[in-house]
Nanobody, 124 residues
Framework: QVQLVESGGGLVQAGGSLRVSCRAS????????VGWFRQAPGSEREFVAA????????YYNESVVNRFTISRDNAKNTVYLQMNSLEPEDTAVYYC?????????????????WGQGTQVTVSS
């Protein structure tokens, strides 16, 4: 059973940047699409970004286009989310997830392995 561990969250001022990481153990990420989701207090979990297995295609929520970049290093079994120009509305717990498939999706139901999440807080 693959285990995913997120890291790199924290507190940042609006306009700042953070990079969160998702490292897998006990299984590989390289054959699967991987996604990032987020959940703010009182809100449903929301798709943020996804990447295909070889990293040459990415898919973003419209609200983060041109601000966030998803990437992966299959040799390190790790996926990253670089977040720039952060806004208070980006405050949430960020989760990575491994898809059941090699094709990416914004649907949480297509992901079967989830990390525990990392908190990102953006102050105004």
């Amino acid at each position: 059973q693959v285990q995913l561990v997120e890291s790199g969250g924290g507190l940042v001022q609006a306009g700042g940047s953070l990079r969160v990481s998702c490292r897998a153990s006990g299984g590989t990420l390289s054959l699967y699409a991987v996604g990032w989701f987020r959940q703010a207090p009182g809100s449903e979990r929301e798709f943020v970004a996804a990447i295909n297995p070889n990293g040459n295609n990415q898919y973003y929520n419209e609200s983060v286009v041109n601000r966030f970049t998803i990437s992966r290093d299959n040799a390190k079994n790790t996926v990253y989310l670089q977040m720039n120009s952060l806004e208070p509305e980006d405050t949430a717990v960020y989760y990575c997830a491994r898809s059941r498939y090699s094709t990416y999706s914004r649907l949480a139901g297509q992901y079967d392995s989830w990390g525990q999440g990392t908190q990102v807080t953006v102050s105004s």
